[in-house]
């Protein structure tokens, strides 16, 4: 005899009659719940948190919506309202089953159709498609809830986006399934659907034949024991017949716990609190819990990455052989593994429900996940890193995957900076916060920071050669006037002695030189190159970039000259296309970037093609001393007393008294071919990471153009939900044919994009995933540094650092600039540009940079 369950739950429900069973010889079983973890709360509890989460909306002036499939479920919730003082209305959806259910002598609750104009006071009940739909969008003030068996997972909430989850199934959960099992008494099991190859191998280790329909099983296994001889099911039999669940026997108990997993559900904790210090007293319990070697991993991971920032290892896993490999442990198909992808815009959270129930755990610890991470950074070629990979995760649970994966992008997405990770570090181990910032600054490596906090050894951290550390930020003012207010105040503060009206980070940065008014200010020009930092000795020289990337292969021409330093330095500067007969541009030194080789053929070309400088702002570190708390004006000094190879220059500094001589000084950089102004304080110290009061930049945008969205993409992070991304277009006025210049996705508020967001799904043309070609009849102004011929885009130009500035609602397509505007723009700057370079040079030979 055989028995098929289809979908079945033995608990009782109100808008279903309750499930049969008779004994068979074989039983084909749906297994949706089938591991232990999915065990669900009494129904009586979970109604009474629904109704409470109901009832606390309303009286919030919220509409609570309630998300539940629109045959079975949703009318499950309707039955669960009865009697609750509230007022259900129901999805068009909804309301067509219910109606159905109606006819068949089923009796609801009174209830309302959808009616957008009336829902103040009434509960929401729509299917789950319906979550981020334009119908709920539209509801400005909402508070929603998934109703479903997978709430049991603490990140239901982040898998659904939703406000709550509530653990309420149609579904047997484990017990159900052993007592079901007990009850029919079969000889042979199939199971499907759901954990069906784990509940089948849960059942074989109970003495019972059991086969997932849709796995490949393991043949090896031997059988003998008889149904009645297996003593769980013995017990689930005996638990069966008094309809109470089964205890948690040895043959089911729950296997060793696994550290990675701990991680990644303080992860989870810390992503679920929008509270700064929740999230720094989660993360400090947990570094209390760590030994040193633990500690200095996952304070690592913590940042969102695999490696210290110092450590020039890379892992060089992209995107493919991430799929790759999550798509080869599960084997899920292409079809799925798209929806899914496509549905979150975040390989976090595709890794989370790509292997969510297809995977067998293991335990997995945090040092054996560091190996792991060794061992993936030293294969080669992405064949050998796809199979490592998916051999990996096939032995994780879904969470613990989905923070390989984060890591693996560097990214966690959890709402977790590095500053907090510091200030987590010093409430764990009761340590100085400034000397946690300080320690880490100077070792870039935050896990060796956490492990000498929490021995008291902050003290032994010291800045050193070929161990990068982070640039000293300038903050931007659009005017020159508005830089000399910034120091005018500062150092009206510091000569009252008023430490009470500065920033701590301002007050440390101070010397006390500093008691001057009024100021005076070191003016340098700010080039159109990337910030650099080189460590050089007469034996090794290393060039790093602003996020601590090693580079020295991209410009080998520098790093074999910076040996000839006599002195162990560490340089602050940029490195500038530079020739003497031509004018070089940034777009020219891109050309120069992302190289990884050092072959000597390439570099000549390079080198021929795009010849390159060092132009050095600041000394760091000189013949192993620190020059970190030196004032400016000295490091300049020593600075200027360096013997320099030829392809290193010095940064020429000018000193100004006001706003008037600031301004003066900005119009010359432009003419000199500069971005504009870095403006300092010259008896400041050096603050690594961070902005203050004594750096200032000082930039004009070039123009603005008035431009058509022509497609819209979605975003990523918290933005992975809306159209946040455009590609703008001008008008070719001798045909009238769009023709793209950019891409921007800065300068608009969240309200701004969710108003886009609905106007670009209603006007879609073309839809591919996360991209959609979109009607043209959006107008923004965007501004930009920069225009120059490219092929990157159909305009043959592309602008550089676009933002939006407005969108323009009083203008229409017949309005926006045209592609013969924007090519006069380009040639306006390279022939304004071009002159003014040759009289400022032949007035200033020190102004030839």
């Not at 979550?131 to 003030?141: A, G, T, V, Y």
């Not at 849960?202 to 043949?219: F, P, Y």
């Not at 896993?317 to 799929?323: A, D, F, K, N, T």
């Not at 990996?392 to 992008?409: F, M, N, P």
């Amino acid at each position: 005899s055989l028995l098929y369950t289809g979908d079945f739950k033995l608990r009782r429900g109100q808008s279903a009659e309750p499930a049969e069973w008779t004994a068979a010889s074989t039983l084909i079983m749906e297994t949706t719940y089938g591991i232990p973890r999915y065990r669900l709360p009494p129904t009586e509890e979970v109604i009474a948190q629904i109704i409470a989460f109901c009832r606390d909306a309303i009286e919030n002036d919220e509409v609570p919506v309630l998300l539940g499939y629109s045959l079975g479920k949703a009318q499950e919730i309707l039955c669960a309202l009865a009697g609750a003082d509230l007022v259900p209305m129901l999805h068009g959806s909804v309301y067509r089953m219910t109606r159905i259910y109606e006819q068949y002598g089923q009796k609801f609750c009174h209830y309302l159709r959808y009616q957008p104009n009336d829902l103040a006071g009434k509960v929401l009940i729509c299917p789950p498609s319906a979550n981020r739909s334009r119908m709920l969008e539209k509801i400005p003030h909402k508070r929603v809830a998934m109703i479903s068996g997978w709430a049991v997972d603490p990140s239901a909430i982040y898998r659904y986006q939703v406000d709550a989850a509530f653990p309420l199934s149609d579904h047997a959960d484990y017990d159900d399934l052993l007592r079901y099992v007990a009850l029919v008494g079969p000889k042979r099991v199939f199971t499907l659907h759901g954990f069906a190859a784990q509940f089948a191998l849960d059942l074989r280790a109970r003495g019972i034949e059991a086969w997932a329909l849709t796995e490949e099983n393991q043949m090896e296994l031997t059988f003998g024991t008889s149904l009645a001889e297996s003593p769980d099911i013995a017990v689930a039999v005996s638990t069966a017949e008094s309809n109470g669940p089964p205890p948690v026997t040895a043959a089911a108990t729950t296997p060793a716990p696994s550290e990675f997993l701990g991680f990644a559900n303080v992860g989870q904790a810390i992503a679920a609190t929008p509270a700064k210090l929740e999230k720094v007293r989660l993360l400090a319990e947990y570094f209390s819990t760590l030994d040193d070697e633990q500690l200095a991993i996952a304070t690592v991971y913590f940042t969102g990455h695999a490696f210290p920032q110092t450590d020039l290892r890379t892992l060089q896993v992209g995107g493919s052989v991430i799929y790759r490999a999550l798509g080869g442990a599960t084997k899920i198909s292409d079809a799925e593994f798209r929806r899914i992808a496509h549905s979150h815009g975040d390989a976090g959270k595709t890794g989370f429900d790509v292997l969510d129930g297809r995977t067998v755990p293991e335990p997995f610890g945090i040092i054996e996940s560091y190996k792991f991470f060794e061992e993936l950074q030293k294969l080669r070629g992405p064949v050998a890193k796809k199979e490592a990979l998916q051999n990996r995760v096939a032995r994780l649970s879904a969470r613990e995957g989905q923070y390989v994966v984060k890591i693996l992008t560097g990214d966690l997405r959890i709402g977790l900076r590095e500053g907090l990770v510091e200030e987590a570090i010093a409430k764990a181990f009761n340590a100085p916060l400034d000397e946690v910032k300080e320690a880490n600054m100077l070792l870039g490596d935050i896990g060796r920071t956490a492990v000498l906090a929490r021995n008291n050894e902050l003290h032994r951290a010291e800045l050193s050669l070929f161990r990068p550390i982070k640039c000293m930020l300038a903050s931007p003012e659009p005017t020159a006037e508005a830089i000399w207010k910034r120091f005018v105040d500062v150092a009206a503060a510091v000569s009252a002695a008023e430490p009470k009206n500065l920033s701590p980070e301002t007050a440390a940065a101070t010397t006390p030189a500093a008691k001057q008014s009024p100021p005076t200010v070191y003016v340098e020009d700010k080039f159109d190159g990337i910030r650099a930092q080189l460590h050089a000795s007469r034996a090794r020289s290393e060039i790093f970039s602003r996020d601590l990337k090693r580079i020295t292969s991209q410009f080998p021409e520098i790093a074999e000259q910076a040996r000839e330093f006599s002195e162990e330095v560490i340089l602050d500067g940029e490195i500038i296309a530079f020739a003497e007969d031509r004018r070089l541009t940034f777009f020219d030194l891109q050309k120069r970037l992302g190289r990884k080789t050092d072959a000597l053929d390439l570099f000549e070309t390079s080198s021929a093609d795009v010849p390159v400088i060092f132009v050095a702002f600041d000394l760091l570190f000189l013949n192993g001393r620190s020059l970190l708390r030196t004032a400016l004006r000295e490091r300049r000094e020593l600075l200027r007393g360096l013997k320099l190879p030829s392809k290193f220059q010095i940064a020429s500094v000018v000193a100004a008294h006001s706003a008037n001589e600031i301004e003066r000084e900005f119009k010359r950089a432009r003419l000199r071919l500069n971005e504009g102004l870095m403006v300092k304080d010259p008896q400041s110290f050096y603050s690594p990471g961070r902005r203050g009061m004594f750096w200032f930049k000082l930039k004009k945008e070039l123009a603005t153009l008035d431009v058509v969205v022509v497609a819209a993409e979605l975003g990523h992070g918290k933005r992975n939900h809306v159209l946040s991304d455009y590609t703008f277009a001008v008008r070719d006025e001798q045909n009238g044919e769009l023709l793209p210049i950019g891409k921007a996705y800065s300068g608009l508020t969240d309200a701004e994009i969710a108003e886009l967001t609905e106007h670009f799904k209603d006007n879609t043309l073309i839809e591919r995933g996360r991209y959609r070609e979109v009607k043209p009849d959006v107008v923004l102004e965007v501004a930009f540094n920069s225009i120059q011929p490219s092929t990157r885009h159909s305009s043959g130009l592309a602008l550089r650092f676009p933002r939006i500035k407005a969108i323009r609602r009083d203008k229409t397509i017949e309005n926006i600039d045209t592609l013969a505007y924007a090519q006069q723009l380009a040639a306006q700057q390279d022939r304004g540009n071009s002159s003014a370079s040759s009289r400022a040079r032949s007035r200033d030979p020190a102004a030839k940079l």
